[in-house]
DNA sequence: TTGAAAGCGATACCAC
DNA sequence: GTGGTATCGCTTTCAA
């Protein structure tokens, strides 16, 4: 059985309050050195250690917050739980993960039991995050912070990357190598992202004068294998780009697997460019042309600001929006004259 | 405030007790069923969730635990994550996911402060978790099990792969691709896996009455930055090695940059051979030939060992050892003429 | 079939 | 300077 305070006030011949008052430093706190050696020698003989459960409880807070995520081991995410755990830890506080596999009702579940737990906040980091699970949240008034997911609602803070920005940025690289026929394999058009990333595409067309074609435009969910089959689509009409902006890396991999596939090169015959840089991107053959997302940074600024709104700090800003640049790496290259 | 038990009675016009044993669905409880329903219908209308904090001050469990892990962006370790919480998650436990960094300080930290939030296990997984980190949890009593990594002491449970026979397996395939001149860059020697691995290593060497040449053997930690340096010092010995074994598929990649770096090929003049098989393995240029160890399932069978302690189910085995694959891709081939 | 009450371990307000 | 005690929300034994 583990040793508690009572035990320990026993020990020294004082009233737990006391003990309490001097375990945690309370600041008007005045005792005789004597007695407080005593306590700590108490503590120390009986090797006690605090119950947080039972302190959790009395203050209706439990130093651990929630970070619910679709999937680990896509390589957006062990980078942003880094930063976040990072600044967890600072503070003080622990991370229960929670993988989702990209399941609504797994979303909900955990939630629910999240909630149960006390957590002080949650971090929903994902595109995917579905309204109703951030409305679950928000009607428990537990205070939450949406990670690469902008917020619809007023006053739930958000951490993103100015996708527009970063769209704009790879489109503009294929531009100024002298493509034109550009395709862009977007994310689901149903989340921020993958809108404001195509937002993006088509102002860089715009500016430079060349003409959105709708069949340079295919929609594909987050990953690999959609990017592959988006690519194939692209190849089949008559006359395939010469270079293409995919909506993120993992999608980028697999268009570039396509292109492979088909018997043609990267960059020689399409150049592709990635978004978010993972940490794979500097390592595929060839290594991939990309828009760096501070992924580090977007989860611990998530978190710092998920703390602020747990300790009441005062917040610059409800939404932070950070700044993407461009890589150049070896899959884009100047348009062939082929092409 | 939130709705507690107590209100929820009060609004049945019942006792505490009575609501405590509807939601728990106690067995031998025998209640009208006019009173469950009134109860059932003042949860729905207070919209009361229980806290599981004061459940779990009660109960003494918490149904949480706590994983350690040194880096969640190296590629090993989001897939055991993964399988980690699958199993946590099947059986209604949350996982606190705890990320040391390699230092030392940090692990301990996280063993107290998981002790403390009354976690109802740990899974400590790394090769790299100190003695002192494993002492601790024993000495408090709090079940864990290592992942990765073989336990000294009786009674410790653990989740490892057949190291010897995975390096016999990398090592006998370079023999039977008809190399001789073969380099092991060992994981670090103070690790069971280290150790192991070299082991097999060495028994394949002798089997196949290759003499083992200590030249030939370099030690590294597990990361891309040390086998590319590992690597440098084979290429500076008189005669390089043909093939080279590496511990991991980090070493692996990072001795392959090397090699291509000097201005040799991968596999034209040295062949490589990693371990793990990462999901980055397959990906990158050229893909690499590697021994295939079934992480998802490490993190899965290492939770359920871990539940099965919790809740002293009956164990089979208080060692799961898991037997890893050859999966041959493209940075080994025959030796050339030249070699 | 249901109620009363003790207690899990710690904190904090109010006394003295 | 230090002690008493109510309280956080829930479970469970014992009664009735």
Redesign the pocket.
Known sequence: ?????????DRA?????????V??E?PN????E???NRILRAIEELD????????S????TTGTAGMIIPDITNPFFPEVFKGAESAASERGFSLILCNTNEDPEKEKAYIKLLAEKQVDGILLASTYIQDETIDMAAKRNIPYVLVNRASRNEGSASVVVDDVYGAELAVQHLVDLGHRRIAHISGLLYTETGLERLEGYRRTLNRNQIPFLSEYMVEAKYSEREGYLAMEKLLAIPQPPTGVFAANDLIALGAASAIVDHGLNVPEDISVVGFNDIWLAGKVHPPLTTVKVPLYDMGYLAFESLAKKILGEPMEQDKIVLRPELVVRASTRAVSARG
């Open positions: 059985m583990a040793v508690t305070l009572k035990e320990v006030a011949g004082v009233n737990p309050s006391t003990v309490s008052r375990i945690n309370d706190l005045s005792i005789r004597e007695t407080r006690y250690r605090p119950n947080a459960v039972a302190r409880l009395r203050l209706k």
